[in-house]
């Protein structure tokens, strides 16, 4: 029903465009009527229609967390997210650098919560579909990422001991009757944490094993609530779905919704760009992690990415197979089978989601680059990496063969005007 009521709003919004042109406009009409916009060969039509929002399918379950699909833990979830006593100044919550009304981030080149990070905060809309969470993938399970930020001296500085008495203190009821009854933390001290302070080490030090287990167990929990809330959240559809949907329904006036320069944008974004590769489906991320040799923020300081995250994941005391999952060990496949020493992911970088991403410059994994203008110059000049070896770069000095030829991409060749149509198009992502 709803969908009729859309077509005959585009069919009127064409009419009305239509009249415009006759009026005045005579080239405009001339243009409006040319069918060529929307001739798709096959390959382009597949293509195009791959990045439709509704061929997105439902993210999958993860086994590690079983309170993601509950209405209570979405609840306590989304009033944690949003609560600033949970980080060392009683100044930082989730919702600081992942602001609701700005995608779920926060337009900063690097985080700033109690100090200043050395990533670009991530919007998180539709991180149930990603299995590794953060720019190098070091976390496997969103509430597994979730409690990360807590502790990061940089972002809420805080400590587990100290979160578990403000659950006690502010969220004792809600907490009980998602995961049982608290433990009895009167005894334990203020402040405590492995990966705190000197001070916060010593004195979980100090505790009796049960009491950390118990406090992790009560922190773990936190994140499976903060993640059961995060998974609710999804994009709206884009102009391009708008535009893709007349398409496949064969309207003919599409190009009321896009402009040609954009429709000849989205032809470059699947075709001669060869951007699709990386940036496919529904999201426009394959969820995978690539050298595309963007600068590091710091020459000094080069961010090895993914290859400096394997073992992190591996190592990490809340991932799949960690005690507090809730998963059994043959459903941790994706860690269990983590490709451990691929020369490839030496600063290879997750590929992010491009829904909405003209709203939200600066790009790359440490806001790098302040436009998009810039992100698509990046592409076409054939950069060379930092570290290890980009997969744009023209240059093959040594061609040694590798048994990984068909990962080498053809050298991106774009005109002027093609990467003025390219982000014309990225424009149509909201
Ligand atoms: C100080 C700013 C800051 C705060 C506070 C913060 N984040 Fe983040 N968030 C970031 C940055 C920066 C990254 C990327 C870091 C990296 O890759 O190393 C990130 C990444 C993420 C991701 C990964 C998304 C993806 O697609 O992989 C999720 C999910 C997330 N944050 C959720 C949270 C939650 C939940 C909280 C609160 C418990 C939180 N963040 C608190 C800055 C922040
Ligand atoms: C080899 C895979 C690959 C190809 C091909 C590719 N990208 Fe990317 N893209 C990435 C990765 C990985 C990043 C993040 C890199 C980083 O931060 O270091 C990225 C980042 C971006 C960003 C920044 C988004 C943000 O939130 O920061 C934009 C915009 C973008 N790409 C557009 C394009 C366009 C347009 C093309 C085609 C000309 C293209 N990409 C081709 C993998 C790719």
């Known amino acids: 029903m709803l969908k009729r009521i859309e077509m005959i709003a585009i069919y009127s919004a064409a009419l009305l465009v239509a009249g415009a042109f006759s009026a005045g406009d005579a080239s405009g009409l001339s243009l409006f009527n040319s069918r060529n916009l929307e001739r798709w060969l096959p390959e382009e039509f597949a293509a195009i229609m791959s990045l439709r929002l509704n061929q997105l399918p439902a993210a999958p379950a993860d086994p590690s967390n079983a309170v993601e699909n509950s209405a209570a833990a979405i609840e306590l979830?989304?009033?944690?997210?949003?609560?600033?006593?949970?980080?060392?100044?009683?100044?930082v919550s989730c919702a600081s650098c992942h602001d609701p009304a700005k995608q779920f981030q926060d337009d900063r080149p690097v985080g700033q919560g109690v100090g200043t990070g050395g990533r670009r905060s991530m919007p998180i809309v539709g991180l149930g579909h990603s299995?590794?969470?953060?720019?190098?993938?070091?976390?496997?399970?969103?509430?597994?990422?979730?409690?990360?930020?807590?502790e990061d001296a940089v972002e809420h500085g805080?400590?587990?001991?100290?979160?578990?008495?403000?659950?006690?203190?502010?969220?004792?009821?809600?907490?009980?009757?998602?995961?049982?009854?608290?433990?009895?933390l009167g005894s334990l001290p203020a402040n405590a944490s492995p990966a705190g302070t000197a001070v916060e080490q010593i004195a979980w030090q100090s505790m009796d094993a049960t009491s950390r287990d118990?406090?992790?167990?009560?922190?773990?929990?936190?994140?499976?609530?903060?993640?059961?809330?995060?998974?609710?959240?999804?994009?709206?559809?884009?102009?391009?779905?708008?535009?893709?949907?007349?398409?496949?329904?064969?309207?003919s006036t599409p190009q009321t919704i896009l402009s040609p320069q954009e429709i000849n944008g989205l032809r470059l974004f699947v075709g001669k760009g060869q951007c699709i590769s990386c940036h496919n489906g529904p999201l426009l991320t394959d969820q995978q992690f690539h050298n595309t040799g963007v600068p590091p923020r710091d020459s000094?300081?080069?961010d090895r990415g993914r290859a400096a995250a394997v073992p992190k994941v591996l190592q990490d005391e809340?991932?799949?197979?960690?005690?507090?999952?809730?998963?059994?060990?043959?459903?941790?496949?994706?860690?269990?089978?983590?490709?451990?020493?691929?020369?490839?992911?030496?600063?290879?970088?997750?590929?992010?989601?491009?829904?909405?991403?003209?709203?939200?410059?600066?790009?790359m994994h440490a806001g790098q680059i302040a436009t998009l203008e810039d992100v698509v110059r990046h592409y076409v000049n054939a950069p060379h990496a930092a570290l290890g070896h980009s997969e744009l770069s023209h240059l093959h000095?040594?061609?040694?063969?590798?048994?990984?030829?068909?990962l080498e991409r053809q050298p991106i060749v774009l005109s002027e005007a093609e990467q003025r149509d390219l982000v014309s198009f990225l424009g149509t992502l909201h």
């Not at 499976?224 to 496949?248: M, N, Q």
């Not at 459903?331 to 003209?358: W, Y």
């Not at 061609?399 to 068909?406: A, D, I, L, Q, V």
Request: glycine fraction near 8%; include cysteine; hydrophobic fraction near 35%.
């Open 77 to 91: 979830g989304r009033r944690l997210f949003a609560d600033a006593r949970l980080s060392s100044n009683s100044m």
């Open 131 to 150: 299995p590794w969470l953060f720019w190098d993938g070091r976390k496997d399970s969103a509430w597994s990422q979730a409690v990360g930020p807590l």
């Open 158 to 184: 805080g400590n587990r001991m100290a979160y578990a008495h403000q659950i006690a203190a502010h969220y004792r009821s809600e907490y009980v009757a998602l995961f049982g009854p608290l433990p009895d």
């Open 214 to 251: 118990n406090v992790s167990r009560i922190y773990a929990n936190m994140g499976k609530a903060i993640a059961a809330f995060e998974k609710t959240l999804r994009h709206s559809p884009s102009r391009l779905d708008r535009y893709l949907d007349a398409v496949s329904k064969g309207n």
């Open 300 to 302: 000094m300081k080069p």
């Open 318 to 363: 809340f991932n799949c197979l960690g005690r507090y999952s809730d998963a059994k060990p043959e459903q941790c496949n994706e860690l269990r089978f983590i490709a451990t020493n691929d020369p490839h992911m030496e600063g290879a970088f997750k590929t992010p989601g491009l829904r909405g991403v003209s709203l939200r410059p600066p790009y």
């Open 397 to 406: 000095p040594e061609k040694k063969p590798t048994g990984k030829e068909h």
